[in-house]
Nanobody, 124 residues
Framework: QVQLEESGGGLAQAGDSLRLTCAAS????????LGWCRQDPGKEREFVAA????????YYSDSVKGRFTVSKDSAGYTVNLQMNNLRPEDTSVYFC?????????????????WGQGTQVSVSS
């Protein structure tokens, strides 16, 4: 199984910042896309942000563009999500995922097992 481990998150107030980290126990291929999804109870996972391992091109959902920054650390096989200017609507469980394209939240890599995610709660 392909597994990633999420950390970070927690409680914040609107306007605050939080940082999430996703750690892989393997070296991703340059073609892989690693990133973040979030899911509220009863809803589908939605794409938040991602980075292509080779080249480092980044991708964002419209709802977080300009506030969140995704980055990779090639030495440590980690992907970070810096979340600034948090809003109450950012409250969710955040998951890390890996895939071959931007559909990581719906069609992650074969053999990928979802982690427990990390809770982000933002109060107004």
């Amino acid at each position: 199984q392909v597994q990633l481990e999420e950390s970070g998150g927690g409680l914040a107030q609107a306007g605050d910042s939080l940082r999430l980290t996703c750690a892989a126990s393997f070296r991703p291929y340059s073609s892989h896309v690693l990133g973040w999804c979030r899911q509220d109870p009863g809803k589908e996972r939605e794409f938040v942000a991602a980075v292509r391992w080779g080249g480092g091109r980044t991708y964002y959902s419209d709802s977080v563009k300009g506030r969140f920054t995704v980055s990779k650390d090639s030495a440590g096989y980690t992907v970070n999500l810096q979340m600034n200017n948090l809003r109450p609507e950012d409250t969710s469980v955040y998951f890390c995922a890996i895939g071959s394209d931007l559909g990581i939240c719906q069609q992650p890599l074969r053999g990928f097992a979802w982690g427990q995610g990390t809770q982000v709660s933002v109060s107004s």
